[in-house]
């Protein structure tokens, strides 16, 4: 539901205070003022409070006010309290009691000087109220709206969830591994149904993994969800999507014809369902299980490239800003991968500014890395649709069946008003350059500069040891050769070589490799962007630079395991220096040495016992070109 511009919408869950406001669209000038309760979003979990589940409670707001959040016990005793203010934006603060008393506690945020502070109550009851049952039609129960309060309820959800230090490389074999984690995941066992301890298999791969996110929040929190069945583009036009279904009319789907023509009049391929029982008769953890197979089969890359212009979508692109670029906003690779944001850390004093993502690899692995030229690859070009930063779309009830905001309805919603066409005016360095200004005001010191571009290669290839090492597990189970796709689809296929090889990641270490070898030369194009030392010229610094590369590429090693299971340690250096031979390094058919590029009649390729097939090795000769030129082709 839409209100008018500043009007506050108050939703009040059953025995848990959750104040969903309204907040304007235009972003808040920056200070640490008072905090105002129609600012402020509010969630309490579980649902039902109860003394025999922690209580968990989260306050987010627009604005970055200083203040002290603190839960106060039946008796008025402050029972915990906190000062860490998060995220940015939106900023949001969290506690938890592990066995709270029954009663009516006091969530309080106190801001300095003379502001009122906030304060809301909730009831924890003595014994277990019963637990919300879907006695609607669809996958789940609506209790609420999409508008700003959640919006930052879900990125304050989504950041907490992968939360870790700056430095730190997390990453889980699965996602569900995340979710289970009551310490990360703030709506842990939120329905009070038990639902995150009954075994629900969530292992998506880039494309999915926002779904799964977005799905999961709107599934404990009663919100809207839905998705769209879209193709992936062809014959020189992005992707299109041709039907949409939510958890209320949620049906197979039909796939579009190849000429572009009406779809088909065939089903679209869907897993079986377990049962033919109705989802508000399985129960809702049953219900949104047997849900998520039926999500991850209907969408994929395709359904973030759709075009900028497009309302039919599920994903429309937002400005680059700080403002905008929060949690839970996606970035739509040109070349088919998808990474969701999951924190910004503003710039400080000798530090730059960083943005980090999730995403997901078809083995299931789910990590975190941070916005570099390397991760974040950009491109315009119509046959590969719309690249860059999106959100999703927002749902709303209208009449009683569910809709899709158009871009024009964001554009003038108070609750978004964020709809952008500008990343699609802009040329490839000019994406970057704005990047860059946006993660960084002020302008940087060229030496720090460098060394976040090193270590973000560092991290690029620690990556890939994970992938190569699960592809020696492969070859170790004596499963034969995986079979090879043809053309484009080696970058699409499914089964054992979507699984194991990596042409993805290797085009992108290859461009990651070219944006650390020429970070030098570009301080020297745009030395205004970098706080250039007094007494030193752009050559000067440029040369310098190059010695510390060479430096720092040399010192930081790694190790990966051979064929024959002992180690090998390579330095960076080998990595850049390889950059050629690993044009052909992804297959899955070859050993893990030759997938480090070790030279034959080396020492370090004499545990090689695994060659590819001579015809897959000819494919890869005459698909080189593209990695060689660092582009992914668009497909036919």
Known sequence: MLLARRLIAKILFPLAVALLVCL????????NG??????IAVLSSPLSPWKGAPLRVVLASEKPIAGELSLVAPGGVVAVKTEDRRGGPPYFWSLEVASPAAGTWTAKLASSGSCEAVIREIVVRDRQLGAPQNGDPGVWPLRATWNRATENLYSAWIETLFDAPLDASPSWPVLHEVMRDRSRNLLFNHLGLREDEKGIVMRPD?????????AYFAFKMGLPFGFSKCSRGGGGDGPRCFEWSNIRTFEPARPPRPDGASPLPVLFRQPAPPSRTPPQKLGLAASFARYLPAVADGVHSGSARTSANDSNTDY???PLSAQT?????IYADPYG???MLVKHVPQSEGRAGVFLAVDGQPDGTVARKRFWRGNFLFAQNPALGSPGFKRFRPIVQDGGALRRLSNVEISNSPQYGDFSLDQSRLGVEDFYDRMEDVMSPEPLDPSRALLEVIAALEEQVKARITSVEN????????RGDAEMPDGPSIFEAAGA??????????LRLLIAIDVARGFPDRVARRPERYAMPKDKSAADVKAELENTLASELSSRTFSYTRSDGSPWTLALRDVVERSVALEMAYNVNDCVELRWAAAEGTDEASTCKRRAPAAQRTKMQDYRVWFHERRRPARA
């Open 24 to 31: 304007p669209a235009a972003a808040e000038p920056l200070g």
């Open 34 to 39: 008072c905090a105002d309760a129609s600012d």
């Open 206 to 214: 880039c494309a999915d993994l926002p779904y799964f996110l977005r």
């Open 316 to 318: 429309y692109p937002v």
């Open 325 to 329: 670029l929060r949690p839970g906003t």
């Open 337 to 339: 991968h998808v990474l």
């Open 471 to 478: 592809g020696r597990k492969f070859q170790s189970g004596n």
């Open 497 to 506: 070589w979507e699984d194991f090889a990596t042409p993805s990641r290797d």
